[in-house]
């Protein structure tokens, strides 16, 4: 038993490394906290550096951004980081109405108008100075707020013409007419999304209608259907299934439209139209019945194999029978990994908020100070602007000339790290912890009364008091190997642009070597807290005992663990296909029992979409818990056949089901 084993730390050096470093990611966050600042992701800001709309700011009343040149903004993301190539200015309100500064000029109460979305200083300059100044638009469209940005009002009418405040064309102050369709380049996504708002809403409203039921469906189905992991339940399921779908696809036969491809018709909101698309029902059809022939050629050929699966399998239900608060362990889990990422994700949101606004000088003139940093308070009376007069010390990005803003790229890198060192950590803790509660059920000579009192406890004190260090060498070892996998992605995007072919070969030569390292260390990680957690050894010694023990039984763990892992997602499956199948037939009001209580929605797919990842995530969760269990159980079970020989003197220790299907037995102690 993992509690009879006298324990000592492991893996020392990593464990102070680990600590030093957590010290340090604290550090990091502080700092990033003092120089950080919000405001520039919650509040837009104008070409000089002041947000806008911010309490107690000469911007207080203007708190929407506006563009001289929409036109010049390639996509909304451009905006959103502040690098539009154009004018920008802080307004109270959006235009909403065409106007061209060449006609607003000639009528006193347009020009009035045109002056809220221009810069001060217009006095006594004509259209031409103006415009050459940079201190107006030089049109303005009809626009509506956008995350607190004004985006040109674009619609489409039914023939697909696209019209700007109900027209097609528009001057845009230059003396050009440009069709509508021009704007279309800088708000595309911006509109795309405008429409995901109203869809959006509808969905906030089908789940206050509907959340009680989701809830109902999600964990009452849950805990029935957690007691029916076996194939045939699933093999059953999807021949259902797939009668089901063949009768709806027979019955759309007669119905007009119903023979449109999927493709042809592209991505709809209202889901329910593609449930009367024949192809949809084809391609339901298809996908099962491929299901199906795995399931059936499983069972066919591995047999045994499944018989020696299942046993494991109950061998674990009957080890959590024991140490139920195994079943709550993840949501222990689930709590360190939320703190874990939000730690994260503000340390980030800080990091990236610590520019400083650089301000550079700009003039139309030659000037041997052209580009070169200023400082807007004290500009009109330094050298700079005496040497070039018309020269102006404008807002130009965000940035810094400090030690801190020079290493703050490392920072990032430095954030990222450590979150995948603190997620793997946690993560890893769970895996030993776990192991050494199942360890001990195993290992007990007389259940319960061998075992501790509260095994999960018990395990968890000593995977912290002796194995921090083991546990932050195995998470270290996937965290770099993670990095590593991020970098290549980001070289592969910087990438993207180029054409040489033996480079992009060897880079996806590397993402799949990588790939496949990343899930070799993942599997040796977890056999190897199993092995920390049994025999209590350090993090090298056990990953190298738990290799050669599985290489030793190659064929078994080929087979058998893979064959355990498959009848555990079927089990999932089966979960998810239970609940999934109910909640379509409750939220479609398909079935005349439920027509007056399922609740009227917009999109009856909301519920179902969410009652089904809902039951995913919590079957997940269980199964997570079965897995580690079945993984544990099973290293020991071969453990139990190379050490013991079901003598009297070392009997196996594997339970009597598992040694009926492994036909072994032990022998009964000689008589005296």
């Not at 000037?367 to 020269?391: G, L, Q, W």
């Not at 920072?411 to 946690?426: D, G, I, P, S």
């Not at 890893?428 to 999960?456: E, H, N, R």
């Not at 969760?621 to 070392?650: I, Q």
């Amino acid at each position: 038993s993992p509690s009879l084993y006298s324990r000592g730390c492991t893996d020392i050096v990593c464990c102070i490394l680990f600590i030093i470093c957590i010290l340090g990611y604290v550090a990091v966050g502080i700092l990033a906290w003092s120089q950080g600042d919000p405001r520039k992701v919650i509040y837009p800001t104008d070409s000089r550096g002041q947000f806008c709309g911010q309490a107690g700011t000469p911007l207080e009343t203007k708190p929407l951004l506006f563009y001289f040149n929409i036109m010049k903004c390639a996509s909304p993301m451009v905006l959103l980081e502040f690098q539009c190539p154009t004018t920008q200015m802080c307004v109270e309100k959006c235009p909403d109405k065409f106007l061209t500064l060449l006609k607003a000029y000639t009528n006193k109460e347009d020009f009035k108008y045109y002056k809220n979305f221009c810069k001060e200083g217009l006095e006594g300059l004509t259209v031409t100075q103006i415009l050459s100044s940079g201190l107006c638009p030089a049109m303005l469209t009809p626009s509506k707020p956008f995350t607190r940005r004004c985006f040109p009002a674009l619609d489409q009418k039914k023939g697909g013409e696209i019209t700007v405040g109900n027209n097609s064309k528009f001057d845009d102050g230059e003396g050009n007419i440009r069709d509508a369709k021009d704007l279309v380049a800088g708000v595309k996504n911006a509109t795309v999304v405008i429409e995901a708002r109203q869809v959006v809403m509808k969905i906030f409203e089908d789940y206050t209608q509907s959340w009680y039921w989701i809830l109902i469906n999600a964990f009452t189905l849950n805990s029935k259907a957690l007691d029916q992991q076996r194939v045939s339940y699933v093999a059953t399921q999807v021949c259902l299934c797939i009668f089901h779908c063949s009768m709806e696809y027979v019955s759309l036969k007669s119905e007009a439209g119903s023979n449109v491809t999927l493709k042809d018709l592209g991505f709809q909101t209202d889901f329910s139209v593609y449930l009367h698309i024949r192809q949809t029902w084809l391609a339901f059809i298809i996908i099962l019945a491929i299901v199906e022939v795995v399931i059936i050629l499983l069972l066919i050929f591995l047999r045994n194999r499944i018989l020696i699966a299942i046993a494991l399998i109950k061998e674990a239900s009957r080890a959590i029978g024991y140490v139920m608060s195994a079943l709550f362990y993840p949501l222990f889990t689930f709590a360190l990994l939320s703190i874990v990422i939000a730690y994260w994700a503000v340390t980030a949101v800080f990091l990236s908020t610590s520019n400083q606004p650089i301000y550079k000088v700009f003039n139309e003139t030659a000037c041997d100070h052209s580009r070169k940093i200023c400082e807007p308070a004290n500009f009109s009376t330094s050298s700079m602007k005496a040497e070039c007069p018309d020269s102006k010390c404008l807002f130009a990005f965000y940035g810094g000339e400090t030690v801190y803003h020079k290493y703050l790229i490392g920072l990032q890198f430095y954030n990222v790290f450590l979150f995948f060192w603190c997620a793997n950590f946690v993560t890893a803790l769970g895996q030993m912890t776990l192991a050494g509660a199942f360890a001990s059920y195993y290992w007990a000579f007389v259940k319960p009364d061998d075992m501790p009192a509260f095994p999960i406890f018990s395990s968890l004190g000593r995977s912290l008091r002796y194995h921090t260090g083991s546990l932050a060498f195995g998470s270290l070892i996937l965290s770099i190997i993670q990095i590593i996998r991020v970098l290549l992605e980001y070289i592969d995007h910087k990438l993207q642009g180029t054409q040489n072919k033996c480079t992009k070969f060897l880079l996806c030569c590397l993402k799949c070597c990588f790939w496949c390292l990343e899930k070799f260390i993942k599997f040796i990680n977890r056999n190897a807290y199993i092995m920390v957690a049994i025999y209590g050894k350090n993090f090298c010694t056990s990953a190298k005992d738990a290799f050669f023990l599985l290489m030793r039984n190659m064929i078994r763990v080929a087979v058998l663990d893979k064959v355990t892992d498959f009848l555990l997602f079927l089990g999932k499956l089966l979960i998810v296909g239970l609940v999934g199948i109910f909640a379509f037939f409750f939220f479609s009001g398909r079935v005349k029992a439920f027509e007056n209580t399922a609740p009227n929605l917009h999109y009856y797919w909301v519920p179902i979409l969410t009652v089904v990842v809902g039951s995913y995530l919590i079957a997940h969760g269980f199964f997570s818990v079965y897995a580690m269990c079945v993984d544990t159980l099973f290293l020991c079970f071969l453990e139990d056949l190379e050490r013991n020989d079901g003598s009297a003197e070392r009997p196996f220790l594997m339970s009597d089901r598992l040694l009926k299907v492994l036909n072994k037995k032990n022998k009964p102690e000689p008589a005296e």
